[in-house]
């Protein structure tokens, strides 16, 4: 299976997960105050996903723009 970013973005955020965890490639963990962030490697690019632990809700899986995975390294 491959897919592009534009379609990795057109499933939901459950799907989203469910393709990480199938064939994405874990590449950080962090806690940054009450949300831990993650990074994983997919089909060529990379996701961010980030978890709000105070309301333990998913808030966020998206492709990072070129370039943005080292402000995310500088960031945690």
Do not use: W
């Not at 965890?21 to 060529?44: A, D, P, Q, T």
């Amino acid at each position: 299976m491959k897919l592009t970013r534009g379609e990795f973005c057109q499933f939901n955020l459950a799907t989203r997960l469910e393709l990480l965890n199938e064939f994405g490639k874990h590449i950080l963990k962090k806690k940054v105050e009450m949300r831990l962030v993650s990074v994983y490697r997919i089909f060529g690019f990379y996701v961010e996903v980030l978890e709000n632990l105070s309301s333990n809700r998913l808030e966020k899986v998206e492709p990072l723009r070129n370039g943005t995975f080292v402000d995310v390294y500088k960031r945690l």
